[in-house]
């Protein structure tokens, strides 16, 4: 029986194995510091985005009672709420943009090196 060259060296060698596994997380460790700063940007602005809405929505149902009640019509009863739209609106676009495509590219290039190593292996 012809064992897979990786399950071979697995079990001699495991060693190995683990050191090329710390340097999987330690490439990981890095690449996510790097984008790190812009996921918890784009985390930010996806909560101010939902916040603002939400109070958006509150003070237009608040306006709408203030206009009905009063039977008249003041710029203010616009302002506050389209404010508050106009903020849930930049932060939806903030949240939208989209993360430098270099994100992950060095843990992409090492797999994909991995993957056509493996594959060069099972198939010799």
């Given amino acids: ?5 990786l399950l071979s060296v697995l079990m001699r060698r495991p060693d190995l194995v683990l050191a ?4 999987y997380a330690d490439l990981i460790r890095q690449e996510s510091l790097a984008c790190g ?10 909560a101010v985005a939902v916040l603002a809405f939400l109070v958006f929505l509150v003070l237009a149902g608040v306006a709408a009672m203030i ?3 009063h039977h008249s019509f003041h710029w203010m009863l616009l302002l506050v709420p389209g404010t508050a739209l106009a903020l849930a609106i930049v ?6 943009r989209k993360l430098p495509r ?3 590219s060095e843990l992409r290039a090492q797999f994909q090196a991995d993957l056509d ?3 060069t ?3 010799a």
Avoid: N
């Avoid at 090329?20 to 340097?23: F, N, R, Y």
């Avoid at 932060?91 to 939208?96: C, D, K, S, Y």
């Fill in 1 to 5: 029986m012809v064992l897979h060259p």
């Fill in 102 to 104: 270099a994100a992950l």
């Fill in 20 to 23: 090329h596994l710390a340097g």
């Fill in 121 to 123: 292996l099972g198939s």
């Fill in 117 to 119: 190593t493996l594959r």
């Fill in 37 to 46: 700063v812009s996921l918890v940007g784009r985390a930010i602005a996806w």
């Fill in 67 to 69: 206009a009905a009640l």
């Fill in 91 to 96: 932060a939806f676009l903030q949240a939208r």
